[in-house]
């Protein structure tokens, strides 16, 4: 039997929910893990030990938006999971993110202006929890696209966190939980790579029993030294997850390997010459607490 719940959520503006749809068309660690059919985003998520859907439509405008989801599960879906989902979409989808100081900024910089002006009101679409994010930095190091999408869906279907909404199935990421309780040789088993299978299994170990409270809000210095404490996570696996799995803005990736930044960079600040790190940090640091945002904007303008 199939439960489902409605609800309406009402996104910091501006906001726009084609963004973010375009974003998600996209972004190749998560192709093929939700639907994106006239308008509508379809996804599943495990939350508190439990798979469910989560279907959204936009229902409002770019200065007064809103968002209409429905929720999908195979028990009732009680106010306590009803809330979590609510907070879970709100956070993948970055909705209570205040652009405004963010553009405010930018709107002294005449090079980004047209950044701007092209995602004007695209709030971060972060990966849907940040151990999702962290399994996929152990995945993808120094491994090719292909491969890496390989292996993690082998371990989603591994699992089999699935649900079915209007004739699809849709699978779900596993959780920390389901993760460390493989070990390394089962995961050395689904994945056929055991380095990666130790990796995976520090992480998911660590996420097990860790506040996903303090890695969002606890000082950054200190998050960012958790990570890196990991197995498998150094300085550019724990920056990727500062700002993609977790929305910590406070920084920039400035490493050498984030290419496509640089190239952006150099298109449009430098008239398609090379920017050194050094001025790359420099034209980060004037974005300030936002300067996240920045270089996220110009890695997807890349």
């Excluded at 068309?25 to 994106?36: R, S």
């Excluded at 939350?47 to 809103?66: D, H, M, R």
């Excluded at 202006?113 to 993808?140: D, M, R």
């Amino acid at each position: 039997m199939e439960y489902s719940a409605k609800g309406l959520l009402k996104p910091k503006a501006p906001y726009s929910f084609d963004r973010t749809l375009e974003f998600l068309e996209m972004f190749a660690p998560t192709q093929n893990e939700q639907t994106l059919v006239k308008g509508v985003l379809t996804k599943a998520v495990r939350i508190n030990g439990q798979t469910i859907a989560f279907q959204i439509e936009s229902k409002g405008s770019l200065q007064a938006p809103e968002l209409a989801y429905t929720l999908f599960a195979d028990k009732p879906v009680t106010p306590e999971l009803q809330a979590a989902a609510e907070e879970r979409i709100r956070f993948h989808l970055s909705l209570d993110d205040d652009l405004n100081p963010f553009y405010e900024i930018a709107s002294h910089d005449p090079y980004f202006e047209p950044v701007i002006k092209e995602l004007y009101g695209y709030h971060q679409v972060k990966f849907v929890t940040p151990f999702e994010n962290a399994c996929w930095a152990i995945i993808s190091q120094r491994n090719m696209m292909a491969v890496s999408s390989k292996m993690k869906r082998a371990l989603s279907d591994y699992f089999k966190n699935c649900i079915e909404v209007n004739g699809t199935f849709y699978s779900a990421f596993p959780d920390a939980k389901q993760v460390a309780k493989l070990g390394v040789d089962g995961l050395t088993f689904v994945i056929h790579h055991e380095p990666k299978a130790i990796g995976l299994q520090a992480v998911a170990e660590a996420f097990s029993n860790v506040d996903e409270a303090f890695l969002r809000h606890g000082p950054y210095d200190e998050v960012e030294a958790w990570l890196k404490s990991i197995h498998g996570i150094g300085d550019w696996s724990a920056n990727f997850i500062m700002l993609r799995g977790l929305g910590r803005m406070e920084k920039a990736p400035t490493s050498s390997s984030e290419k496509r930044i640089y190239e952006a960079a150099a298109r449009i600040y430098g008239r398609g010459q090379a920017v050194t790190a050094d001025q790359l940090k420099k034209l980060a640091s004037q974005y300030g607490p936002c300067q996240g945002y920045w270089a996220h904007y110009l890695r997807v303008i890349s």
